[in-house]
């Protein structure tokens, strides 16, 4: 627990001194941004509200059944994978600032 505690302060801090964009994604928030960065592009930001209510549905569900007992079934290298998949997705979507290109008005 005490090194996540640690790259939590750790991970803030930088944050905090670094990032001078209003954009940076620091957290938990990261991890979904670019899911929920395609939905929007797809069908518009009206969807993101639904997508909530059925993601609060779901966990409603789960609780009820008493599935979350599982989770502590799952190998840490699943979190592992996930973890490194949201870094990748989240790099890539940063390229095009870090060559100075602008995206075209649609």
Same mark, same amino acid.
């Given at each position: 627990? &005490? $090194?996540?505690?640690? %790259? ?5 801090? %930088? ?5 001078? #964009?209003? =954009? +940076?994604?620091?957290? /938990?928030? @990261?991890?979904?941004?670019? &899911?929920?960065? #395609? =939905? ?8 993101? /509200?639904?997508? #909530?209510?059925?993601? #609060? &549905? ?6 009820? !059944? $008493?599935?979350?007992? =599982? &989770? !502590?079934?799952? /190998?840490?290298?699943?979190?592992? @994978? ?6 990748? *997705? *989240? @790099? !890539? +979507?940063?390229? +095009?600032?870090? %060559? @100075? !290109?602008? /995206?075209?008005?649609?």
């Amino acid at each position: 627990p &005490m $090194r996540g505690v640690a %790259c939590a302060i750790f991970g803030g801090a %930088c944050a905090g001194i670094f990032g001078a #964009s209003d =954009y +940076n994604i620091v957290g /938990p928030a @990261g991890a979904l941004s670019g &899911m929920l960065m #395609s =939905y929007v592009a797809q069908w518009g930001e009206g969807v993101l /509200p639904w997508i #909530s209510i059925f993601s #609060s &549905m779901i966990i409603a569900v789960c609780w009820l !059944l $008493r599935l979350d007992i =599982y &989770m !502590l079934l799952m /190998p840490t290298s699943v979190f592992e @994978g996930f973890t490194v998949a949201v870094a990748i *997705i *989240i @790099g !890539l +979507n940063q390229i +095009n600032f870090a %060559c @100075g !290109l602008v /995206p075209t008005e649609k």
